[in-house]
């Protein structure tokens, strides 16, 4: 029997995240470990009078082509793949690592390679989810519904320091399916969050400053910000743009100390130090895999500028658990993303690379914390907090 967990999530998935209608072709990837998810998924896709088929590949595939594959194959983009996202009508992913460290020893210009390939379905993948979000602003784009969301996994629960049972409740009650009706939820949270995004829109520079040496400065003049309440990452909580790269300073200058290890292909780069002249990153430092992350950055044009600014609005979600669908949606943080911008922004840049990084303006009583998000030189939150009632975690 099925965690009745599941089923619950499958619905919210189905008929709040992504309003599946009938006729309509859906994706389902995953990986054998969540099958039951899957099934769940299809089961309430079926009931919604889609069709959906499902995409199951081990993980170890991916192995196996960084291990044995040559730098022609590395850069194979499949045509069946490119026709399926120029085709499907709404995907749903679930990430479900059995071991997240699968891909730490790969080397990273090798995983470079293929991402960097992959560009062409990056874009078509952003330009059609920006036409679902924004149908009048992208003319003759057909729109693709999406939605990714964690299936609980004996892996990333120790990563997260918890046991699976722990894991599991973690990752449900971050969704708010501890909740009768977590779509209600949801829809309360929707509005909470749009307080942030109609006082953002407008605004002109948005500047992020921390004790232990944070201090970016993010042209935001003209572009849109979106407000994520669970209908493309779920659980969500946050709200976001992409900086002005066209801006005549070039949309991004000075340094972020990020507090966190950022994760990608399942390797961990610590202390990461990123600095911005004139929207692109200069200079580039870790304590861990420093190395690594260089070669990410440099893997194509469009990966050393940014593509995403966003604040954390979740204070549902409290810890680090080395999982950035989790991480950056964390009550008092913000994250950018280096690489490929969202459209529905405004901002276009373009890249096989979109890698989140979080940085925690929390006061949590030691040395060095806290920090300050300033907007057109107002403070509009402090120490982690909202300065304004009524907003998230301030009600």
Request: hydrophobic share 35%; proline share 5%; net charge negative.
């Amino acid at each position: 029997m099925r965690d009745p967990r599941l089923d619950k999530l499958a619905r919210v998935l189905v008929e709040y995240s992504t309003g599946i209608k009938p006729g309509q072709l859906v994706r389902l990837t995953g990986a054998p470990v969540s099958i039951p998810m899957l099934e769940a998924l299809y089961e309430a896709a079926i009931k919604a009078g889609a069709h959906p088929f499902i995409k199951c590949a081990p993980e170890s595939c991916s192995n196996i082509l960084f291990t044995h594959g040559k730098e022609d194959q590395l850069k194979y983009v499949s045509p069946l793949a490119l026709e399926e996202i120029k085709t499907i009508d709404v995907s749903i992913g679930l990430w479900a690592d059995t071991n997240t460290k699968s891909l730490s020893r790969v080397d990273p210009k090798r995983q470079g390679m293929a991402s960097s390939a992959r560009k062409p379905i990056m874009k078509v993948f952003m330009d059609r989810a920006s036409a679902a979000s924004d149908p009048k602003a992208h003319p003759g784009v057909k729109p693709l519904k999406w939605t990714g969301t964690q299936f609980p996994t004996a892996a990333s629960a120790q990563d997260a320091e918890m046991s699976l049972t722990e894991y599991e409740d973690f990752v449900f009650n971050a969704g708010h399916l501890d909740k009768d009706d977590p779509v209600a939820e949801w829809m309360k949270i929707q509005k909470k969050q749009q307080l942030v995004v109609d006082y953002l829109n407008g605004k002109k520079i948005i500047h992020f400053q921390t004790p232990r040496g944070t201090d970016l400065t993010v042209n935001v003049e003209g572009m849109t910000w979106i407000n994520c309440c669970g209908h493309e990452n779920f659980p969500d909580g946050e709200v976001f743009t992409g900086p002005n790269l066209n801006a005549p300073c070039g949309g991004v200058n000075g340094v972020v100390k990020y507090s966190f290890p950022a994760v990608h292909h399942g390797r961990e780069v610590h202390d990461i130090e990123l600095t911005f002249e004139k929207g692109r990153v200069v200079d580039a430092k870790a304590s861990k895999n420093q190395a690594f992350l260089i070669d990410m950055l440099d893997q194509d044009q469009g990966a050393r500028s940014l593509g995403e600014i966003a604040v954390g609005t979740n204070y549902q979600i409290t810890e680090y658990t080395k999982n950035t669908l989790f991480d950056e949606k964390i009550g008092g943080t913000f994250h950018a993303a280096v690489g490929a911008g969202y459209p529905e922004t405004g901002n276009n840049n373009e890249s096989g690379l979109h890698w989140d990084m979080v940085c925690d303006l929390r006061d949590d009583g030691t040395e060095n914390c806290g920090g300050t998000i300033t907007v057109d030189g107002e403070v509009m939150s402090k120490d982690g907090k909202f300065v304004f009632d009524g907003w998230p975690g301030n009600e």
